[in-house]
C-alpha cells in the first residue's frame, strides 16, 4: 500500500499576530514548518511529501534541505483548498492513502504516526490522531449555558489518513456544498465514511497564539535532547 503526505502550510497564521505566518518562526534552530517535514521525513513508508505554501509565499525558499521525497504545491483560500491541491499535485500517479498534517504541528511522536498507520491499513478505514477532552466543557456566549458531557468528546490531531480517492471525492464534495470543514475528517463524515478515532498524544500542540510558542519551544528541546 503506498502513502504520500500532504502538509497544508498556506495559512497566514493571523491568530499569531507575528510578522511572518507562524509555520516560519524560528523554535530551536530551526522553522516549525522544517522540524514538521523533518518528522515526516523519518518515515520511510512515505512515497512523497507534498507541502501546499501560499502562492506568493517568500520564506519557503529559504529553508534548509530536508529530503528529495519533497515536493512543493500552491495552497489555496481555506484549509481545505490547500489539502485539495495537495492532492492534486499527486493525481499523476496517486498513492492509496494520504496523510494529512499540520504545518503547525511539529511535535507530533513518530511512533503515533506509525500506530494511526498500522491500524488504519489494517482495518482497511480511515482515521485520525485524537487524544480525548480532558476539561470541563461549557457552552455559552457571555455566561456558561450548559456544561457538555464529555464522555464521548475527542480533541481532532493530525496527522488523520484517509484513501486518496474517498478524501478526494469528499472534500470536492463538501467544498461545492458551502459546508464548513476544518479537518479532513470534517468531509469524510459528510460523505458518511467511518473515521478510526486513534489516541494520540495530548502534546502534538497545534502552534496558534503566542501562548503556545514557549510550549513548544520546551517540547522540541526536550525531543532534540
Ligand atoms: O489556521 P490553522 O491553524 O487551522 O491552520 C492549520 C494548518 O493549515 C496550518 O499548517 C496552516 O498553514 C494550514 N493552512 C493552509 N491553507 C490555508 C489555511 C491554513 O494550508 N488557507
New binding site residues.
Partial sequence: QTIAAI???????S?MQHSM???YIILAGKTILEHTLAKLAQLTQLSKIVV???DNDPFYQNIGFIDVKIIRTV?????A???LNGLLALSDNPPDWVLVH????PLVAIDDIENLIAQCTHANEGGILASKVKDTIKRGNTHSEQTVPRDDLWQALTPQLFKYHELKAALEGALQQGVTI?DEASAIEWANKPVKLIAGRSDNI?I?TPEDLDLAHFLLQKQHS
Fill in positions: 502538509v497544508p502550510a498556506a495559512g497566514v497564521g491568530r505566518p507562524k509555520q501546499a505554501v501560499s495552497g489555496g483560500k481555506e484549509r483548498d490547500s489539502v499540520d504545518a503547525a504541528r476544518t497545534k496558534t
